[in-house]
């Protein structure tokens, strides 16, 4: 069959922390004022999105990675890697931690650990992100979290709309209230919730995994500088590579007039994030997720628009 880009249906999840945005900013056909997350991209079995069209309508993106892997460049892993989310958060996330690959291993069953990334798409002004804590050991992380003290313990980093957030496993993380992202993860599902405020749901306080998460959680957390990088001021109409690491490699393309670029990755997962233009002829806004599979070759993009791309490299 020949090289298509393959657009794909999200599937969105409802969440208390959840809001309207992904209805009716991206354009998402989905009910409810808590809609939390826009899993985009993902082969995952509780959210496996569906292609829209073309020649593989109807399928989903599990099936085609198990039964063309040739699309992504036949890469030696037994599922699609990544998951691609858009997180709109109205209210603070609890404070989790996840595991690695080996550990997720032994104690998840045999998932895939999670390393994730955050492109930081709109947020109050004043907004802050969890990244990291300030116990300096191990036997002080373990004091302060048999004693309760959490203010002193969770790392608070102020952010602003364009920053880059790469989460290593064992990074204690959350989102605030109000912070709208782009998420770029391993295929996995397995966190571990640390703190949740203290509050109740239906009465009662929501599980903790704190055993799980001591056995997790790094120590000493990386910089706070470390932790946060601003990309929102890249050179136009190029594929810019803002991160990579062994599990994915992120870019950033702002289409402003026109910009081609080659596509010379196994796969490359693509989610426009704001404006919209046309890509190689196809209509495209805010909100689109799409495939360009295993040797396309040359991407025309054109008008005015960003969007996160990821892949895995072999
Ligand atoms: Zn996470």
């Given at each position: 069959m020949e090289k298509e880009l393959i657009f794909l249906d999200p599937v969105c999840k409802h969440n208390i922390w959840g809001g309207v945005k992904l209805r009716e900013a991206f354009g998402y056909p989905v009910e409810g004022n808590d809609i939390g997350e826009c899993?985009?991209?993902?082969?995952?079995?509780?959210?496996?999105?569906?292609?829209?069209?073309?020649?593989?309508?109807?399928?989903?993106?599990?099936?085609?990675?198990?039964?063309?892997?040739?699309?992504?460049?036949?890469?030696?892993?037994?599922?699609?890697?990544?998951?691609?989310?858009?997180?709109?958060?109205?209210?603070?996330?609890?404070?989790?931690?996840?595991?690695?690959?080996?550990?997720?291993?032994?104690?998840?069953?045999?998932?895939?650990?999670?390393?994730?990334?955050?492109?930081?798409?709109?947020?109050?002004?004043?907004?802050?992100?969890?990244?990291?804590?300030?116990?300096?050991?191990?036997?002080e992380l373990k004091a302060m979290v048999a004693d309760g003290r959490w203010q002193e313990l969770i790392r608070e980093v102020p952010i602003r709309k364009g920053d880059f957030l790469q989460i290593d496993p064992g990074t204690v993380h959350a989102i605030k209230a109000d912070t709208l992202i782009l998420e770029t993860q391993q295929n996995s599902a397995i966190t571990y919730r640390l703190y949740d405020y203290g509050r109740l749901q239906n009465g009662k306080p929501r599980e903790l995994h704190i055993d799980k998460s001591l056995d997790v959680i790094t120590v000493p957390a990386k910089s706070a500088?470390?932790?946060?990088?601003?990309?929102?001021?890249?050179?136009?109409?190029?594929?810019?590579?803002?991160?990579?690491?062994?599990?994915?490699?992120?870019?950033?393309?702002?289409?402003?007039?026109?910009?081609?670029?080659?596509?010379?990755?196994?796969?490359?997962?693509?989610?426009?994030?704001?404006?919209?233009?046309?890509?190689?002829?196809?209509?495209?806004?805010?909100?689109?997720?799409?495939?360009?599979?295993?040797?396309?070759?040359?991407?025309?993009?054109?008008?005015?628009?960003?969007?996160?791309?990821s892949t895995v490299e072999a």
């Open positions: 899993w985009g991209i993902s082969a995952h079995p509780e959210g496996d999105g569906t292609v829209r069209d073309g020649a593989y309508k109807g399928r989903k993106l599990s099936e085609l990675w198990s039964e063309y892997p040739e699309l992504f460049g036949s890469l030696p892993y037994d599922r699609y890697p990544l998951l691609t989310k858009i997180i709109d958060a109205q209210d603070d996330l609890s404070i989790q931690v996840h595991p690695d690959d080996a550990y997720a291993q032994v104690h998840e069953n045999g998932s895939l650990g999670k390393t994730e990334c955050w492109y930081i798409l709109d947020c109050r002004e004043d907004a802050t992100i969890v990244i990291g804590h300030n116990a300096k050991d191990e036997d500088k470390e932790s946060v990088q601003s990309i929102s001021d890249l050179p136009k109409n190029k594929l810019n590579r803002i991160y990579g690491c062994e599990k994915y490699t992120v870019f950033k393309l702002d289409v402003d007039g026109s910009a081609e670029f080659a596509q010379s990755f196994s796969f490359l997962a693509a989610s426009v994030v704001d404006g919209e233009g046309s890509v190689d002829g196809k209509t495209v806004r805010k909100g689109d997720h799409f495939i360009i599979p295993f040797e396309y070759g040359e991407v025309k993009a054109s008008g005015q628009m960003s969007l996160i791309l």
